[in-house]
């Protein structure tokens, strides 16, 4: 019995290149990727969000991941995943929801490519965590990622250079 998909979650601090990331990988190897739920549902709401809309972002990332995992698919690629979204708690509010632990804890993600901060924050609209709070939010993130003991790897480098970077993690990460 295969243990397919393998399920790789592309996270680390804002612009820093998961998305575009994700899309190269998933192309690559003619896999699904799940796109970041979090940035399309903030840029559709007329207010600012709070607690209940990162909850309701959290419950979309766990169901969007389950609703893959059972698949033949041999990959699976996640941009973002719960590792930021518990942190956004933590950050933003101070608290977090009591079933979000558990749920990382009883997914498998075989590897997290945190994408390193070597590139510049770009400001948009629903970025709000460029200068020191990505530095702070880049260490978190690992430190998170140590805490649960999921594997993963740090991805450096600009464009192909860092595409290059994730491709040879994941070859080995197949070995």
Same mark, same amino acid.
């Given at each position: ?14 612009? !820093?290149? /998961? ?10 190897? /003619? @896999? =699904?990727?799940? =796109?970041?739920? %979090? ?27 389950? %609703? ?11 941009? !973002? ?41 770009? =400001? ?21 990622? /140590? ?18 970077? @994730?491709? /040879? ?7």
């Amino acid at each position: 019995m295969n243990s397919y998909p393998k399920i790789y979650v592309i996270t680390g601090a804002e612009s !820093t290149g /998961k998305s575009e990331l994700t899309r190269w990988l998933a192309n690559y190897f /003619k @896999a =699904p990727y799940i =796109p970041e739920f %979090a940035r399309n549902y903030i840029e559709n709401l007329s207010r600012q969000y709070n607690y209940d809309d990162v909850e309701l972002i959290a419950k979309k990332q766990i169901e969007q991941v389950n %609703a893959l995992k059972n698949s033949d698919y041999p990959y699976i690629f996640v941009d !973002t995943w719960l590792i930021i979204t518990i942190i956004w708690f933590e950050f933003g509010f101070k608290r977090k929801p009591s079933w979000i632990e558990q749920e990382l804890r009883n997914t498998k993600i075989d590897m997290f490519l945190v994408c390193d901060i070597d590139i510049p924050w770009v =400001p948009d609209p629903v970025r709000e965590n460029g200068g020191r709070n990505r530095v702070i939010l880049h260490n978190k993130y690992i430190e998170t990622i /140590k805490k649960y003991n999921f594997n993963y790897n740090i991805v450096s480098g600009i464009n192909e250079e860092r595409f290059s970077c @994730a491709l /040879k993690y994941l070859k080995l990460q197949d070995k």
